[in-house]
């Protein structure tokens, strides 16, 4: 068993490299490739830019941070008005299907114009104007509408007889919700929500058709200054350096749950 | 508690599902320390005259009434008639995500306000009567089918309820973990326990019971000591029922 099971890496690995090696010569033996190096991937140009790219990648990454933040936090608000039961609670659970339903639909350039540029010429007093600030906005109030849709899906993945042993014992219905449903709810839901955080670290790069210079914006400039595309694959490595990662690590957490379910057996 | 000790007081309880009419008229009285056995096929009502009486399903018609109060009239705290009773269901229904000792103080600390160190304590002492001292740090996908619906009888305990009620606990585990569940019952019922006991094993019943009922078509068809009940039934539908139980090799 195990002296096959190397077997089948080593061919693995040869085939791999073989592989990769044709493909390699192709395309450098390619007519024109000469050109296609020199505009994509100039090492001159690499060199001069990646310094003062990372840097304006920091925009990205705190744009990132801090919508994560609320985002987790809004849209389990939204997710729990949604599922409130009984008919007091009616025209709450529609506002947050409305919310959730404009927000899912709507392009999200489109919400960064109306809110980064169409909110601040309004002038009124004490409403922020940095585009910043309405950059965070935009990409929470859009990817909470997604994000609350996973939430509840984990929160009515939890078996109704869960809830029933926890009122039984006379448990509030939010005591029940807070103690019993959201915490197998919320684990549940962990890979789904990294699949949609790997959507929004790349959606940060919105907030620069707005004026902000982050990666995106600091790789048009570079481009214009050298006239070469090479920032642009700067800027897309950079991406998948962060990316990849939790690509990994959300597949990771998936089969991890696939074996766990496998060992208690759906008994529950 | 009223006169003449009762706990619980069933009168004219109707229940349906849609179209579907399950309970047709119950009436039921329990005393105090008093063990009463349901028994009767399945859908014959036991579960959900159970769940009626935690008000886990709304009635339609009828009172339920648990220390001398109404706990089916309008407006009734339903959380606080909750803590009286105490439910044990076939499934367990444990929390997976606690451990044992986490399961079985979660409600005294959230619903009773009691410390972590005084509801750790008083756990403690409930695993410890009930030989699970040792499991409470598993959590219960680590623990036997018998092992869980014993947490899961505990956890009903912890909240002191004044009447304990038990849905065909032992329904969903293998044989040979059936016995460890019916001691533990048997000590509470020795105890002093108020119970209203679902089940289909016959002879724990005649053990047990001070009273059985005998459920059919959503009312109780007959109802007296075990012996009578079990032995000499009058009802033919009774009859009928127990020669099935007796070809079955549950008696």
């Given at each position: 068993?195990?002296?096959?099971?190397?077997?089948?890496v080593?061919?693995?690995?040869?085939?791999?490299?073989a592989?990769?090696?044709?493909?390699?010569?192709?395309?450098?033996?390619?007519?024109?490739?000469?050109?296609?190096?020199?505009s994509?991937?100039?090492?001159?140009?690499?060199?001069?830019?990646?310094?003062?790219?990372?840097?304006?990648?920091?925009?990205?990454?705190?744009?990132?941070?801090?919508?994560?933040?609320?985002?987790?936090?809004?849209?389990?608000?939204?997710a729990?008005?949604?599922?409130?039961?009984?008919?007091?609670?009616?025209?709450?659970?529609?506002?947050?299907?409305?919310?959730?339903?404009?927000?899912?639909?709507?392009p999200?350039?489109?919400?960064?114009?109306?809110?980064?540029?169409?909110?601040?010429?309004?002038?009124?007093?004490?409403?922020?104007?940095?585009?910043?600030?309405w950059?965070?906005v935009?990409?929470?109030?859009?990817?909470?509408?997604?994000?609350?849709?996973?939430?509840?899906?984990?929160?009515?993945?939890?078996?109704?007889?869960?809830?029933?042993?926890?009122?039984?014992?006379?448990?509030?219905?939010?005591?029940?919700?807070?103690?019993?449903?959201?915490?197998?709810?919320?684990?549940?839901?962990?890979?789904?929500?990294?699949?949609?955080?790997?959507?929004?670290?790349?959606?940060?790069?919105?907030?620069?058709?707005?004026?902000?210079?982050?990666?995106?914006?600091?790789?048009?400039?570079?481009?214009?200054?050298?006239?070469?595309?090479?920032?642009?694959?700067?800027?897309?490595?950079?991406?998948?350096?962060?990316?990849?990662?939790?690509?990994?690590?959300?597949?990771?957490?998936?089969?991890?749950?696939?074996?766990?379910r496998?060992?208690?057996?759906?008994?529950? | 508690?009223?006169?003449?000790?009762?706990?619980?007081?069933?009168?004219?309880?109707?229940?349906?599902?849609?179209?579907?009419?399950?309970?047709?008229?119950?009436?039921?009285?329990?005393?105090?320390?008093?063990?009463?056995?349901?028994?009767?096929?399945?859908?014959?009502?036991?579960?959900?005259?159970?769940?009626?009486?935690?008000?886990?399903?709304?009635?339609?018609?009828?009172?339920?009434?648990?220390?001398?109060?109404?706990?089916?009239?309008?407006?009734?705290?339903?959380?606080?008639?909750?803590?009286?009773?105490?439910?044990?269901?076939?499934?367990?229904?444990?929390?997976?995500?606690?451990?044992?000792?986490?399961?079985?103080?979660?409600?005294?600390?959230?619903?009773?306000?009691?410390?972590?160190?005084?509801?750790?304590?008083?756990?403690?002492?409930?695993?410890q009567?009930?030989?699970?001292?040792?499991?409470?740090?598993?959590?219960?996908?680590?623990?036997?089918?018998?092992?869980?619906?014993?947490?899961?009888?505990?956890?009903?305990?912890?909240?002191?309820?004044?009447?304990?009620?038990?849905?065909?606990?032992?329904?969903a585990?293998?044989?040979?973990?059936?016995?460890?569940?019916?001691?533990v019952?048997?000590?509470?019922?020795?105890?002093?326990?108020?119970?209203?006991?679902?089940?289909?094993?016959?002879?724990?019943?005649?053990?047990?019971a001070?009273?059985?009922?005998?459920?059919?078509?959503?009312?109780?068809?007959e109802?007296?000591?075990?012996?009578?009940?079990?032995?000499?039934?009058?009802?033919?539908?009774?009859?009928?029922?127990?020669?099935?139980?007796?070809?079955?090799?549950?008696?």
């Amino acid at each position: 068993m195990r002296g096959s099971r190397r077997r089948s890496v080593a061919i693995a690995a040869v085939s791999s490299v073989a592989f990769l090696a044709i493909i390699g010569v192709a395309i450098v033996n390619a007519p024109g490739w000469p050109r296609v190096r020199d505009s994509f991937f100039n090492a001159e140009v690499f060199a001069a830019s990646w310094p003062v790219m990372l840097q304006s990648f920091g925009v990205n990454v705190q744009l990132f941070l801090i919508a994560e933040v609320l985002i987790l936090g809004w849209a389990l608000v939204v997710a729990v008005l949604r599922s409130t039961p009984g008919p007091v609670f009616f025209p709450i659970r529609v506002l947050a299907m409305i919310y959730v339903d404009v927000f899912r639909a709507l392009p999200g350039i489109l919400v960064i114009f109306i809110l980064g540029f169409g909110v601040p010429a309004l002038r009124l007093p004490g409403v922020p104007r940095d585009p910043f600030f309405w950059a965070v906005v935009a990409l929470v109030l859009l990817y909470s509408a997604y994000v609350s849709e996973v939430y509840r899906a984990g929160i009515e993945s939890v078996h109704p007889s869960q809830t029933a042993a926890a009122r039984s014992l006379g448990l509030g219905q939010l005591q029940a919700l807070r103690f019993v449903v959201l915490p197998q709810a919320v684990r549940r839901v962990i890979p789904p929500l990294l699949n949609d955080f790997i959507g929004l670290q790349k959606d940060t790069v919105l907030v620069s058709f707005l004026g902000t210079v982050d990666l995106f914006n600091r790789a048009q400039i570079r481009q214009s200054a050298t006239f070469n595309y090479t920032p642009y694959l700067v800027a897309a490595l950079i991406f998948l350096v962060l990316t990849i990662p939790l690509a990994r690590l959300t597949d990771w957490l998936v089969a991890r749950d696939a074996r766990q379910r496998a060992v208690t057996g759906g008994v529950r | 508690m009223t006169a003449g000790g009762e706990v619980l007081r069933i009168e004219g309880l109707h229940k349906s599902f849609g179209s579907l009419e399950v309970l047709r008229g119950i009436d039921l009285t329990v005393a105090a320390h008093e063990v009463v056995c349901l028994i009767g096929s399945s859908g014959s009502g036991k579960s959900t005259l159970l769940r009626c009486i935690n008000l886990i399903e709304p009635i339609d018609a009828g009172r339920v009434v648990v220390e001398g109060e109404d706990i089916t009239a309008p407006g009734v705290e339903v959380d606080r008639i909750r803590r009286k009773i105490g439910i044990v269901f076939q499934a367990f229904n444990l929390f997976p995500h606690m451990t044992v000792l986490g399961n079985v103080t979660l409600a005294p600390r959230k619903v009773l306000g009691k410390t972590r160190a005084e509801a750790d304590d008083e756990a403690a002492a409930l695993l410890q009567r009930f030989g699970l001292a040792d499991k409470r740090r598993e959590y219960p996908d680590r623990l036997s089918g018998g092992q869980q619906q014993r947490v899961a009888i505990i956890r009903a305990l912890a909240m002191r309820p004044s009447l304990l009620l038990l849905d065909e606990v032992t329904s969903a585990l293998d044989p040979e973990l059936v016995a460890e569940v019916l001691d533990v019952i048997r000590e509470l019922a020795a105890g002093g326990m108020t119970m209203v006991i679902a089940t289909h094993e016959m002879s724990f019943a005649r053990d047990i019971a001070h009273r059985v009922g005998f459920l059919d078509g959503g009312r109780i068809l007959e109802q007296g000591p075990p012996s009578e009940i079990l032995s000499a039934p009058k009802e033919p539908r009774t009859r009928q029922f127990l020669q099935r139980v007796i070809q079955a090799g549950r008696l």
